[in-house]
């Protein structure tokens, strides 16, 4: 296993960071699409605003804060996906449309007839009630309006909403759906994007910020235009860096009628003078590139005032497709000058700012990164070695250069010592493989139910897994901060609510447990009736567990005597089960 270990190094050294700008040929003014409700369409989140690490791919559309709202295909097709998970999108249904788009709606309540015995055909097979299945092959048409699911808050919804989203089937990347005329005239906006600051920066040649070298100033209006810093000239002479460039972040959000929530805005645009020195449109996203968003803001800034700020530059870690064109990086010689940058909405809406940045001057200062020693390059591969615990990190696994911070805290009631790399809050683009030494005491006891876990920013221990190779553990983690060894032993502890040994639960609707896991997590829960599969659910919100007594799962309770079976077991391996006799 050491030698793949090498071996990968070899084999990640190369790989290629850059992506290129390829517009999509779509009918955007002529496809006509239908109205995913019946209701108007307010929306409380739209495309490309700014989430954590990630761009929201979708219209989040309000439904009067509550749940239940019918739901409709956009256009006929055959529903291709259906998820239920406890996370993320919750309960979802995608539908393929002959035009080559797919509609996909999620954070569902629940379903109609049709859609619910597909769903449910697919839970008994599987004996899970999370499901992510491609049901094409079962041929479900729907017609365009036709009912397909209810609207609700599952997932990683936090209020009653439906997020919609527009694919190109063939590709399944996601596209704007207000670039559509026909979600443009539904959707009424004459809100111009909000312009609330600029930042300027000294970067080095790969655009990386030199830190503690940046200022950002507030967003003006004097006689209806807006300006910073009274529109006199910004002095930049002390962000003046060896290899360094001046480059520029815009504050910017979008609001649309009739909502108060912060939207992102659709296009931007930088001049020098008459040059045109960045430009980001946000026309369609990539998932397997969206989280390059932590690239593309200020993630420094975010962090401690909470501002959005939009780089208007890129860095090599950033393979996103927005950007047109991205060099914004302007050498100090020729930095003096008049500015202007615009926000623009789907709609048009636009708003300018225009500013000056004055003769830059003076010593340039020493550019900390020209001494690799401190740092760690995101365009590098880093192997990371200490003592019982190393690294490996991919290239382009983080976004800025990284301090190198490591230190070992003996305050640990775990199986190592905390081994402290760097900071949970920073963000991270890919798994890297961290390893740990087992202790010697510990060597060759119970090797297979050893992990890594990480301290969250919230202080609670995440068990990232782990496989025991040769006296050490290695897991993989997206993210740094506070890593212990533990050992999962004890399996999942299953604890009834409403019902007990010998009740009688004739009149019952639901049986509610908790299943909790002191370490690694429930991974796979199931539940039997008289030794037959029924429906359990994972209410994620209200912490517990819930088998439905309805026609499904009653034709297996038969009066008298009846067993409950419920089996739960954890990331290590560990199951337990409960068996309980009820009388029905
Ligand atoms: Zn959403």
Redesign the pocket.
Known sequence: MRILFVFFILLIANSSLAHDYVPKEIDYEGIDLGSPMDIPLILS?NFCEMRSNHW?T?L?IKTNGGEGYKLRSVEEGYISRIKVSPWGYGLAIYVDHPNGLTSVY?HISKWPKKVDSLVYAKQLKNESWVLDENVLADSVYVKRGELIAYSGNTGGSLAP?L?FEIRETETEHVLNPLKFKCYRDMIQDKTKPTLSGVKVYAVDRNGYMIPGRSKYYKCALLNGNWIINENNPIDVSDLMTENGFLAFGFHTTDKLDGARNVCGVHHTYLYQEDNLIHEQISEYMIFSVNRFINSHKDYFEFKQNRRNIHKNYITPVNEMPMYPVHNGLVPWDRVKGNYRFTAVDVHGNKNTITFKIGDARGELKPNPFDNGDDYYFPDSVNVVLYPNFQLLMEKGSFYEPLQKRYRVDSNSRYLTPKHVFSEYSIPVQKYFDVRMKVPDSIQGIADYKLGIGLYTNKGYLSFLGGDYIDGWVEAKSRNFGEFVMVMDTVSPLIKKLDYAENKTITKYRTLELNINDNLSGVTRYKAYINGNWVLMKYMKKKRKYVIPLDERSKIHLKKGKNKIRVWARDRTGNESEDITTVVY
Do not use: L
């Open positions: 989140g929201h979708g989040d999620a909403h997020h």
